[in-house]
């Protein structure tokens, strides 16, 4: 039986045939992954992979650690860093690659937090009135955490807490007991046990607050961050123009890297670089040479409130990586003209001598 178990881990690749005869090779095995079996970090970054994400060789390690290793408590990651930089795209790949079920619960401020384990029944409080006669498991439903927990019993589930932060400090605590004891105590029904084997809570987080200690305590932290330059290269010029890849993620790492008067709230993340290299395809595909215009609608992708709007345009007026040496004066310089600069950036390379144009 046991052995059985074992082999329903594992997948037989075709093998390799040298010199007429069957080799097996360490490639021809991949271990299956499941929530409770990595099949080492290698193995996990490379299904990753195949998944559309690719994974840093210590993140991947941390996570294979965290399956493999037994642990009598529902297991938890806390997944910390800033907006973009792929922690939800990270669960949803997990879930992919194991198999398991994704449920998410996207926080924001404000959220009513006395829902997550219990509520009451709208229907069932009608029902109450209009005939008396009704069960305490109809006067209330359960809530989201409660059902997760149910769900394990029947199928592997990773529970997604998107952006933690986001809610009052207070919805930590309700993590605590049921992390801890694998348990949910209900006022209207008896407890609900989790199987832990089958389960995996993932928190997110960006910078907006502190983790309470003691949930801190029961999560296995992991900092992120945005992709290095040449892998995020590599990964976006599979689908847009090399050069303008090239052109935009400069851009973008100097924006994320700063500091001081040019500090961003929320740097560009990858998709929103791709899209603005799409965008200028197609700008280009039309015919436009207007770097003014290129300039304009890359401005809007790459900052999108107001306070990184006006840090974006004393960026292009004063860093020493995009200022004109030849404006004596960058506080006269309109913001046509910041647009026209930001254009001539992003296709630099790419169009015929678009420095021309920018300058006149």
């Known amino acids: 039986m046991e052995s059985s178990k074992r082999l329903d881990k594992i997948i037989l690749l075709p093998h390799k045939e ?5 080799d097996r090779s360490k490639d021809d095995y991949e271990h299956k992954i499941t929530l409770t079996n990595s099949g080492g970090p290698a193995n996990l970054i490379k299904q990753l992979e195949r998944a559309g994400y690719i994974c840093p060789e210590n993140v991947g390690v941390q996570i294979s650690l965290l399956l493999d290793t037994q642990v009598d ?16 795209f990270l669960a949803k790949k997990l879930a992919e690659i194991t198999g398991a079920e994704l449920i998410c619960l996207s926080c924001y401020n404000g959220m009513p937090l006395n829902n997550l384990i219990e509520v009451p029944s709208s229907l069932g409080l009608a029902k109450a009135m209009a005939s008396g006669n009704i069960s ?27 952006e933690l932060d986001k809610a009052e400090a ?15 105590w209900l006022e209207s029904r008896p407890p609900i046990n989790a199987k832990k084997e089958n389960l995996l809570i993932i928190f997110t987080k960006n910078f907006n607050r502190k983790i309470d200690d003691a949930l801190l305590r029961r999560c296995y932290p992991i900092r992120m961050n945005y992709l290095s330059t ?23 790492d100097i924006m994320r890297n700063s500091s001081g008067s040019f500090e961003f709230e929320r740097p560009p993340a990858p998709e929103e670089l791709l899209t603005a ?31 990184d709007k006006a840090v974006l345009e004393h960026m292009l007026k004063y860093h020493p990586d995009f200022a004109d040496p030849y404006c004596m004066d960058p506080k006269s310089v309109r913001i046509n003209e910041v647009y026209k600069r930001l ?3 992003v296709v630099e390379g790419v169009t015929s001598s678009p420095k021309d144009d920018i300058q006149s």
Not at 73 to 88: F, M, N
Not at 170 to 184: A, E, V, Y
Not at 289 to 300: A, D, S
């Open 170 to 184: 207070s919805i930590d605590t309700f993590f605590l007991g049921p992390i801890q004891d694998g348990k949910i």
């Open 277 to 307: 290299g799409q965008f200028i395809e197609k700008m280009i595909s039309w015919g436009i040479k207007n770097y003014e215009q290129f300039g304009y609608v890359i401005f809007r992708i790459l900052a999108k409130n107001e306070h």
């Open 230 to 252: 040449d892998l995020e290269e590599k990964i976006l010029a599979k689908h847009c123009s090399p050069r303008i890849v090239r052109n935009l993620v400069k851009v973008a």
């Open 73 to 88: 408590r529902i297991r938890a990651l806390l997944l910390e860093g800033p907006s973009g930089c792929g922690k939800s």
């Open 18 to 22: 040298v010199n007429g005869k069957q």
């Open 343 to 345: 254009g001539f950036l």
């Open 136 to 162: 305490n498991d109809e006067l209330m439903n359960l809530g989201i955490l409660s059902k997760v927990f149910l769900m394990s019993n029947e199928k592997p589930i990773i529970f997604l807490i998107d």
